[in-house]
């Protein structure tokens, strides 16, 4: 059953006593090496890692009407509500008051040590009754809870126990008794020679429990493996009030009806939580010298500081004439003591850069493959009213539920409204009755875009309802078609029956066979009566990326080492889906087999992607972009190599926006077909432009932007990223840098050759490219000098010649960069005979003739 989200109190009620500081080994994930590996630690220190996993669910869920508050029992001091006020109650402490719980809150419960000290867990029961009902008098509609943490091997009162507990029921509390090996038969487990104090209080625990309406006892390695189960809680939605029009109810109030409704999530998107980046704090001194603050805590262990950085960005226009006027913002991590800025950085030229200020800046959105500014920052808004309008009604066969998108919500009539409920019972009935769905209109406030989805009828046992879902406009949707599998027509107009791409009698038995022996209807458990269950429910499949995130940011909060406490594996329950079951693999072995014969099928090697060469960029999968406002265009000219421009930012995301560019593709109405998603991007003049990203390593295949310097000067932890993919030794950043340093590294020649050759193609052929012409002719030139003086002719001469055709022939190839190879002249040309030495009594190269035509054709 669903339960109210927050508006709880848990009283935490945690034994100190002196037994609890007795130690045990507990077992840890196993070594890289596959060595078992325990720990010591004790009973309390262990126990303790349940209460920091449920208040931390508490922080997570970031509610604040989620509160808790902690009681110790057999602590050496005495501070509770009821000793103050009456006596007793002895060595019984209010350690955390009832509050919503905090990063503090769980520094404060790992302070805690067993005492000398004996305490009652019943006198702890009563101080936690009254300290939370004096707390939540006001509030009676809260859920009250409350955790005993015992091993129940120091003496228990139990006079008049059954006052105590019917004083819990009637406030309606639920208790959880998480006992330190307790006997348990979830896990068969059975403490051998417990004592008979022990085994006395365990079984009073069990009675207590017995006379709540809702309390149980568990073992603590139990519970301790249950709270790392994957859980998607149902939670109640709040009701928000809306109308259910249909007709014309403005226009035409006599035929138009209007409903009062309340809508309610039925289902909710769940993401995992935002990584947050921090960095050491660190403070200059008067000669600049940066240096790390520390802190040293109650334990008097010395810890460095680190804070939060946040998010600062900044744009700048490169004055070079060389490059196109666009502004690009480019993030980049700085500490939050840095500030940054440009016109003051050492070894940087004011009259290289001009920075923006955002009002200078109109925002944009994206139109197809081009832009749309608007200046106002956002089109006039549709004069929606808030409510549901219902268009028409449609046969439920013809919904297409792959097209359903968002989150589903209930729409209730008015729970205050009895002919409210009335009309749309009827409504949900008819809709029933004729099988049919409804087209509708929801606006969410006045003024707001509307959006098309819509409503399915529900009939529950004792209430009526609608469900609503979000559809896609027709615009949205793409139809794409594709050629038959098994019809096909020769070029005369004939059917042909045989084919390789037409299945066989065969063929299509043994595929019949194996996708009958992969059917998971039937592969699951067996029930009461013998018969087998389906293998797969969606209930019980959970997101690996939301639990198993949550599970490792939950242990890093609750340990004080990762390397003496690493994190646990995860829980069963989470990879219980990730291999198909073995009953369906044996029994689907020889069917598997039957394909391989009938299809032929043979292992094929893995092949290496080449670069692909995209004709043009799109833009990044965003709502909107920034364009430039109509700005001077700059004059001032420079011979340096064009730079990119910079901005600077504070925090960057850990997982960068991809961008892939996708070629155009022609369908049967010879439309081209964009790669969807906008991109924050700037324009000069209306001229399109580009954004760039945040950095991310490339990739071999898929690399967009053309890399490029900062203006500022990188601090020594802060350095460029080199551009280099994986198996290259070559990056694109700087190449020429790179292609030097190998060469001087050793005997790598070849390779060090092989992927300049690979960096100064994949730089040409990307947008904006002309920025680094000088850069690639010097590239050219040292490579060149390189193959002749290594015995690498063979290698240079190929390469210069699919360089040409890539330039030249390709498209969209880069013919201006070609033509500044021809004017550099006959010494960027191919290596001829007369350049080389003989080799193994051949000449190397080709005659000079060939390389004087090659280089001017």
Known sequence: MAERAGYTVTMFLIDVSASMGETRDVELPDAPNGDKRTIEMTNLEWSLQYVKLKIQEMIYNGRKTDQCGVILFGSEETENMIHDRDGGYDHVKEFIPICHPNAGTLAKLSTLKASTQTGDP????????????????????????????????????????????????????????????????????????????????????????????????????????????????????????????????????????????????????????????????????????????????????????????????????????????????????????????????????????????????????????????????????????????????????????????????YIWADPNSPANQVALSSIVKALCNRKRMAIARWVSKDGMDPKMGVLHPIEFDNVDCLLWVQMPFADDVRKYSFASLDNLISKNGEKITKHPYIPTNAQQDAMDNFVEAMDLMEAGEKDDDGNRLSWFDTRLSYNPAIHRTKQAQFHGAVVQDLNTHPLPPPHWELLKYFNPPRRTLKRAHSAIEDCKQSFNVKQVPKRVTRARKDGHVHTNDDDEMLLLDQLPKPTIKSSQPARSQTAFSQRTSLSPTSNKKQPAKKLDDDSETESEGEAEAMLLDETPAVATTKRAPPSDVDMLMTPARSVSPTPPEQEVDPGRVPGRIVGLTNPLVDFRRNLDAGDIVTKAVEDMGWAITEIINRPFSRRRTKEMIECLKAMRYTSKNEDEVDAWNNFLEDLRHTCVEEEPGNKDFWSQVQKVGREISLISHDETKLKAGKPQGVPESRAVDFIQS
Not at 253 to 266: H, R, T
């Open 122 to 409: 019943v006198d702890a029961i009563i101080v936690g009754i009254e300290t939370q009902d004096t707390y939540l008098a006001k509030k009676k509609t809260w859920t009250r809870k409350m955790v005993v943490l015992t091993d129940a091997q120091n003496p228990i009162e139990t006079e008049d126990w059954e006052a105590t507990a019917k004083k819990m029921s009637d406030l309606g509390i639920m208790l959880i008794v998480v006992g330190i090996d307790f006997d348990d038969e979830n896990i068969e487990f059975e403490q051998e020679d417990k004592p008979h104090m022990k085994r006395i209080n365990e079984q009073f625990f069990h009675e207590f429990a017995s006379k709540l309406e809702s309390a149980v006892v568990g073992n603590c390695e139990y519970v301790l493996d249950e709270v790392s189960r994957p859980d998607a809680k149902q939670v109640k939605s709040a009701l928000m009030g809306h109308e259910l029009r249909m007709g014309d109810p403005v226009n035409h109030p006599d035929e138009g009806i209007v409903l009062q409704v309340k809508a309610s999530k039925c289902t909710a998107l769940a993401r995992p939580k935002s990584w947050k980046k921090f960095a050491k704090v660190q403070k200059k001194d008067k000669d600049g010298d940066a240096t790390t603050l520390t802190q040293v805590d109650d334990n008097g262990v010395e810890k460095v500081l680190f804070s939060e950085l946040n998010r600062r960005t900044e744009y700048y226009l490169d004055k070079d004439d060389d490059e196109e006027d666009a502004p690009k913002p480019a993030p980049a991590d700085k500490d939050d003591d840095m500030d940054v800025d440009v016109d003051t950085q050492k070894d940087v030229d004011p009259d290289k850069i001009n920075r923006l200020d955002k009002e200078d800046l109109i925002r944009g959105f994206k139109y197809g493959a081009s832009f749309v500014p608007c200046p106002d920052g956002s089109f006039a808004r549709l004069p929606t009213k808030k409510g549901i309008d219902i268009c028409g009604f449609f046969p439920a066969k013809n919904f297409k539920r792959e097209q359903a998108i968002g989150e589903v919500q």
